[in-house]
């Protein structure tokens, strides 16, 4: 049994079952009677899907019952989280901030902003202390770890530097004329230019945007501490998923490279929708079948290999031959 921690996190390339193998998880740890909460920025909405999930519950925590949501045996419950950027910025910076036009467009989902939003809000609840575990089931591929190894390029834009010119921003009635005092006469004749080419007040909202995000940047900057709790054992765990019927293990490869900085020892390399607990059993005597079996063998091998080469901690999980995605979460639950 794999120890459970403060923040799980899985990740992988696209459709590998991130978010079917996270929900299982959060299943999985329910039924033990731990106080789970399953976060996802999965912009497929999967776990809408699985969990029947209305959407207009976005951006709100929403209890999910054994039988209700899932019908399943036993009596547990857990919390989901359907992530919406836009609701977690207003939670950070009131309700006004997104009649700003261009956070309206930053803060859709794949927006731009979903990664650090991610953060902040996998942030709050950690600090909130409701859930024993926060399962946070990320998006396809390399970008959200390269968000969490660029997060230097968001502490230099929170620098010193900016930071007379936004003092000046937020100071006063007049922001946005002190703003504009501030610039040097070439900075004017460029944003006077794009204010053209951009049409009327692209400018000030532009302006206006860095100041909302600079007044928030303590909520920013804090979230970004998250990653030492990802790179701590005794905090995280990570899943590293991949699938044998993808065959992506070098972009399984890739996803390690790039997350060498965080990956300490309790990374899991989870290799799911695996046949061979199936082909184990499965022995026809007549020749092509046997070559097939011998096929599938071979390419689960392969995965395998790869593997024991590159993990010490490896975790199986079958083929599941329905397509209800419930029976899918609940047989997969049984696995951890
Ligand atoms: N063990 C399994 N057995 C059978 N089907 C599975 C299994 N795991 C996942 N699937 C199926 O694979 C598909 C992709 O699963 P899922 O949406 O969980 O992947 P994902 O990695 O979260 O995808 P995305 O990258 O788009 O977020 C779904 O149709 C799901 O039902
Ligand atoms: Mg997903």
């Known amino acids: 049994m794999i120890g459970q921690k403060k923040l799980e996190i899985f990740c992988g390339?696209?459709?590998?079952?991130?978010?079917?193998?996270?929900?299982?998880r959060a299943v999985a740890l329910a039924v033990k009677g731990h106080k789970v909460l399953l976060i996802t920025i999965d912009p497929a909405k999967r776990l809408k899907e699985i969990l029947k999930l209305s959407e207009d519950q976005a951006g709100m925590v929403e209890t999910i019952s054994s039988k209700t949501h899932l019908n399943m045996?036993?009596?547990?419950?857990?919390?989901?989280?359907?992530?919406?950027?836009?609701?977690?910025?207003?939670?950070?910076?009131?309700?006004?901030?997104?009649?700003?036009?261009?956070?309206?467009?930053?803060t859709?989902?794949?927006?731009?902003?979903?990664?650090?939003?991610?953060?902040?809000?996998?942030?709050?609840?950690?600090?909130?202390?409701?859930?024993e575990t926060v399962i946070l089931d990320t998006p396809p591929g390399k970008h959200f770890i390269d968000f969490l190894e660029s997060s230097k390029n968001i502490k230099?834009?929170?620098?010193?530097?900016?930071?007379?010119?936004?003092?000046?921003?937020?100071?006063?009635?007049?922001?946005?004329?002190?703003?504009?005092?501030?610039i040097s006469t070439g900075i004017k004749k460029l944003l006077d230019l794009l204010d053209k080419v951009t049409g009327a007040h692209f400018v000030t909202e532009f302006i206006e945007t860095i100041g909302i995000v600079y007044s928030n940047k303590e909520a920013f900057i804090k979230a970004l501490e998250i990653q030492e709790t990802l790179k701590t054992r005794e905090l995280s765990n990570w899943f590293l998923v991949t699938s044998v019927?993808?065959?992506?293990?070098?972009?399984?490869?890739?996803?390690?490279?790039?997350?060498?900085?965080?990956?300490?020892?309790?990374?899991?390399?989870?290799?799911?929708?695996?046949?061979?607990?199936?082909?184990?059993?499965?022995?026809?005597?007549?020749?092509?079948?046997?070559?097939?079996?011998g096929t599938l063998w071979n390419r689960e091998r392969e995965i395998m290999d790869f593997a024991e080469k590159n993990y010490i901690n490896i975790l199986q999980f079958g083929e599941i031959f329905s397509l209800l995605p419930e029976d899918q979460v609940c047989q997969l639950a049984k696995g951890w």
């Open 108 to 131: 859709r989902p794949n927006g731009g902003m979903n990664e650090i939003l991610a953060l902040v809000e996998v942030d709050y609840h950690l600090s909130q202390n409701n859930y």
């Open 245 to 293: 019927d993808h065959k992506k293990i070098s972009e399984a490869g890739d996803i390690r490279e790039k997350a060498k900085s965080f990956l300490h020892e309790d990374t899991f390399f989870v290799i799911n929708r695996s046949w061979s607990p199936y082909l184990a059993q499965w022995h026809p005597k007549e020749a092509n079948l046997a070559k097939i079996r």
């Open 156 to 182: 230099l834009f929170f620098k010193k530097i900016y930071l007379d010119i936004f003092n000046h921003l937020k100071s006063g009635k007049k922001q946005r004329k002190l703003f504009t005092a501030l």
């Open 73 to 106: 045996e036993g009596d547990f419950t857990f919390d989901a989280l359907l992530m919406s950027p836009r609701e977690t910025f207003k939670r950070i910076g009131g309700e006004n901030v997104i009649d700003n036009p261009i956070l309206k467009v930053l």
């Open 13 to 24: 390339t696209g459709g590998v079952g991130k978010t079917t193998l996270a929900t299982s």
